[in-house]
């Protein structure tokens, strides 16, 4: 649900595995359940959704264990009650505006490609975008989402093999329960694509010092049009995002408490322990230690 998107490559029986939600980690927090292109995640217990907005290029599918209040879908804020599914759409803001805490949840990530070439052979519409309402979980997605799970950890022979159709059954069956929205627009896709470059530089560089004239190269667009079109396709302007991005990133090397955590501001992107402590309370609400002490049990 907080989502920083990329790709991952595990072997398994010789055959490469894309796990889609790299800013996940198989932690006491969450499982993974990757095929090539769909990755089921789930709580094992309750877990804390950090504050701030995000987006990634994968298609969402949120299946809510617990209440969760205050969910913020494109600048709305909504709450959702246990066993309902809602979507998150490809490069759609969502997030929350404080950290939420024991939340549980089963996420069902697409890539992007996937679910479009998939539409494309059965609609013939390639861009497509799902509705944001919050439905009922439904028996026939509880019951595919139980059959991939026992085939992932049975790992039978062919069970890959059987992982790639059930993603698809998985995919159909959303697509006639959820419903797709036609929406096709090439400036809004260009100017995505530029936005996208500049995240995916972040991902890759955040632990440097980046300047608006580095995005600016990066994206072939003035420093004006970079924060005023960051701006309007995340809701956040670079900085803030780029903020958000090291964030999460102090948060897995917090995780690991052999960490200092003046070692974690450096290994993070922050210019010192000051600076770190003063960006990470503002978007959790707790400073490091407290993090490490109340959510982690250090």
Same mark, same amino acid.
């Given at each position: 649900?907080?989502s920083?998107?990329?790709?991952?490559?595990?072997?398994?029986?010789?055959?490469?595995?894309?796990?889609?939600?790299?800013?996940?980690?198989e932690?006491?927090?969450?499982?993974?359940?990757p095929?090539?292109?769909m990755?089921?995640?789930?709580?094992?217990?309750?877990?804390?959704?950090?504050?701030?907005?995000?987006?990634?290029?994968?298609?969402?599918?949120?299946?809510?264990?617990?209440?969760?209040?205050?969910?913020?879908l494109?600048?709305?804020?909504?709450?959702?009650?246990?066993?309902?599914?809602?979507?998150?759409?490809?490069?759609?803001?969502?997030?929350?505006?404080?950290?939420?805490?024991?939340?549980?949840?089963?996420?069902?990530?697409?890539?992007?490609?996937?679910?479009?070439?998939?539409?494309?052979?059965?609609?013939?519409?390639?861009?497509?975008?799902f509705?944001?309402?919050?439905i009922?979980?439904?028996?026939e997605?509880?019951?595919?989402?139980n059959?991939?799970?026992?085939?992932?950890?049975?790992?039978?022979?062919?069970?890959?093999?059987?992982?790639?159709?059930?993603?698809?059954?998985?995919?159909v069956?959303?697509?006639?329960?959820?419903?797709i929205? *036609? $929406?096709?627009?090439?400036? +809004?896709?260009? #100017?995505?694509?530029?936005?996208?470059?500049?995240? !995916? =530089?972040? @991902? /890759?560089?955040?632990?440097?010092?980046?300047?608006?004239?580095?995005?600016?190269?990066?994206?072939?667009?003035?420093?004006?049009?970079?924060?005023?079109?960051?701006?309007?396709?995340?809701?956040?302007?670079?900085?803030?995002?780029?903020?958000?991005?090291?964030?999460?990133?102090?948060?897995?090397?917090?995780?690991?408490p052999?960490?200092k955590?003046?070692?974690?501001?450096?290994?993070?992107?922050?210019? *010192? $322990?000051?600076?770190?402590? +003063?960006?990470f #309370?503002?978007?959790?609400?707790?400073?490091?230690? !407290? =993090?490490? @002490? /109340?959510?982690?049990?250090?």
């Open positions: 649900m907080k920083i998107m990329g790709l991952n490559m595990n072997k398994k029986n010789d055959m490469k595995i894309e796990i889609l939600p790299d800013f996940i980690k932690d006491e927090f969450m499982i993974l359940y095929c090539d292109k990755t089921i995640f789930t709580t094992k217990k309750p877990n804390h959704l950090l504050k701030g907005q995000y987006q990634h290029l994968n298609y969402e599918f949120i299946i809510t264990k617990s209440v969760v209040k205050d969910f913020v494109d600048g709305k804020k909504i709450s959702i009650e246990p066993d309902m599914v809602f979507a998150i759409n490809s490069m759609q803001m969502h997030g929350t505006e404080h950290l939420l805490s024991n939340v549980s949840f089963i996420s069902i990530q697409f890539e992007k490609e996937f679910l479009h070439d998939l539409a494309l052979g059965i609609y013939g519409i390639k861009e497509i975008m509705s944001n309402q919050p009922p979980l439904y028996k997605l509880t019951e595919l989402i059959t991939y799970v026992k085939e992932y950890e049975q790992k039978k022979e062919g069970y890959f093999y059987i992982l790639n159709n059930l993603s698809v059954h998985i995919a069956s959303i697509f006639r329960k959820i419903g929205i *036609n $929406h096709t627009n090439d400036l +809004k896709k260009e #100017k995505t694509e530029k936005i996208q470059q500049i995240i !995916e =530089y972040f @991902k /890759k560089n955040y632990e440097k010092n980046i300047s608006l004239e580095k995005i600016s190269d990066i994206s072939n667009m003035s420093k004006f049009d970079v924060i005023r079109k960051f701006k309007e396709s995340t809701g956040m302007t670079p900085h803030d995002y780029l903020l958000n991005i090291r964030i999460m990133k102090a948060l897995e090397y917090l995780n690991n052999t960490n955590i003046i070692d974690v501001a450096l290994l993070s992107g922050f210019e *010192n $322990h000051s600076h770190f402590s +003063k960006i #309370k503002k978007k959790s609400g707790l400073t490091p230690s !407290e =993090y490490r @002490k /109340k959510v982690l049990y250090l």
